[in-house]
Each structure stands twice: as structure tokens, then as C-alpha cells.
């Protein structure tokens, strides 16, 4: 039902936000969202494609957006999980990695999420996921790593003298190590099996992981937080709620936990 209209907002995304992208540092905070962090240009012009589009397709939606806050959509309904830009220190600073992430859920919780979708609009890369019907990447159906070792653990620091030194000691066990800045494009290529770990110990919005939480679930990967706490009960909302450890399987999971202690 929803898989149309996703593709519509990316291929509108896809044409525009290339025009948005100035040279680094050119863009300047036009605001605050309702997220509690500074919006620039190219988050509003990717907000306002994604909400024109969902106001045209007639369904019943209330939209959460990281800049916009809630917006109920021809009266209300499903609710949609909207970050426009992931990344969005990458955007303006002209770093090549950023998406736009998109969940719809049922109900007020993440583990009400029945679809998922979440688009790289540099290179065009398309995610997307089903509640029970699998993760697929461009159309193709795709699995998260099967095996039990660390190639490529990625993560977000926050606070980095604070968040690098909490998870070293998983860091320090990996083949080699990234911080790419845009979780949920990082949680998307996990599904893929591109990325063994992603790791982000300080607290997440639900709009940060609420797309990527269902690519890894359905691609068989596991997310929970830094205690192994399931992320389903989480509310669907603009506050802080969550550290978040994602890995390709269980028993990769279990790993990372036992070294992060």
C-alpha cells in the first residue's frame, strides 16, 4: 500500500535534494525542529516533499517528524515516523551520507511497525521492509551477516570523550571501525550485511531507528539496547529514549554484550 508513494518522495528527493546541497557550510540553521535540534534548509525542503506526498495519497496518517512534530493527515490514522534528512551534520558539511527514513507503525510503540523504508539520497539506494515478509534493497531481498565475526563495527558518538570510551573495549575487537553519522542508513546497510555492528551508546530519538530497527529485524539481525533489552515497548515520539547495539544475529549479539559488559 505504501511501497507507491515511498518511491514518489524518492525519486522527488532524489531530484531536488541534489540541488540543495550547496558547497560545505554554506547552508545556516533556518530554526529549530520539533526534535530540539537546529534545521537547515535542506531538512525543510525534504520535509515538505514527504508531507505534500502523504497529504495527496487520501490516507488516514498521523505524521511525526523530527522538524515538523505531529501532523495529523486527512484525520488521522496509521501512525508515520518521519526523519527527512538522516545525517543532516553530513548534508550541510557536504559529507556523502545521509538518507531520508521513513516507518509506519500501527500502534504507539516501535514494536508496532509494520513497514519500513529508507532511501540513501546521495547514491539512490532503496531499503525496505514488511512486518514477516523480508528485507530488500533495491528491489532485491537481502540478509544480514550470518557469521560470528566483528569485520565492521560502525557507531555514533554524541559525546565523544564519553561515548568512544564506553564501547573501546567492542571497537577494539573489530576488524576495522567507522563512524558514518547517519544511523539509519547505518542500521540499513547492517541489514545487508555490509555492517557487523552499529553501536550508539547515548540516547536515540525513535525516529532515528524506528525504519532501520524493522530492515534488521526482517533481514534477520537483532537490535536492542546496550543491556540487551528489547526496543519494542519504546514510544513512537520526538523524545530521547534508547542506546541502541544492532548485529547481524544472535549470537554476534550476545558477543558484543558480553564485551561491552
Not at 500500500?1 to 557550510?25: A, C, D, T, V, W
Not at 539520497?121 to 532503496?126: A, F, Y
Not at 552499529?198 to 534477520?220: C, I, K, M, N, Q
Request: net charge negative; proline share 4%; with cysteine.
Amino acid at each position: 500500500m505504501y511501497l507507491g508513494i515511498f518511491q514518489r518522495i524518492r525519486e522527488r528527493l532524489l531530484s531536488r535534494i541534489s540541488k540543495e546541497r550547496p558547497r560545505p557550510f554554506a547552508q545556516k540553521a533556518i530554526g529549530v525542529g520539533a526534535g530540539g535540534d537546529k534545521t537547515f534548509p535542506v531538512d525543510k525542503v525534504a520535509e515538505d516533499i514527504i508531507i505534500s506526498e502523504l497529504e495527496s495519497s487520501g490516507l488516514p496518517l498521523s505524521i511525526v517528524s523530527e522538524e515538523y512534530g505531529l501532523k495529523e493527515v486527512n484525520g488521522g490514522g496509521s501512525k508515520v515516523i518521519i526523519d527527512p534528512i538522516d545525517g543532516s551534520k553530513n548534508a550541510i558539511s557536504g559529507i556523502p551520507f545521509f538518507c531520508t527514513s521513513i516507518a509506519v507503525a500501527e500502534g504507539a510503540t516501535v514494536g508496532s511497525i509494520t513497514t519500513a523504508y529508507v532511501v540513501n539520497l546521495i547514491n539512490g539506494d532503496e531499503f525496505r521492509a514488511e512486518k514477516d515478509k523480508g528485507t530488500f534493497m533495491n528491489g532485491e531481498r537481502v540478509y544480514s551477516q550470518k557469521d560470528e565475526e566483528f569485520y565492521l563495527v560502525s557507531y555514533e558518538a554524541q559525546t565523544p570523550g564519553r561515548d568512544i570510551t564506553r564501547i573501546l573495549p567492542l571497537l577494539a575487537r573489530s576488524r576495522k571501525t567507522r563512524c558514518l553519522g547517519a544511523t539509519a542508513l547505518d542500521l540499513a546497510y547492517l541489514s545487508c550485511g555490509s555492517i557487523s555492528v552499529f553501536v550508539t551508546p547515548s540516547l536515540s530519538r525513535s525516529f532515528d531507528f524506528a525504519g532501520g530497527w524493522l530492515l534488521v529485524r526482517e533481514a534477520g539481525g537483532v537490535c536492542t539496547d546496550l543491556k540487551g533489552k528489547a526496543l519494542d515497548d519504546i514510544d513512537l515520539g520526538l523524545s530521547k529514549s534508547a542506546p541502541i547495539l544492532s548485529s547481524g544475529n544472535e549470537r554476534l549479539h550476545e558477543k558484543a554484550l558480553e564485551i561491552l559488559g
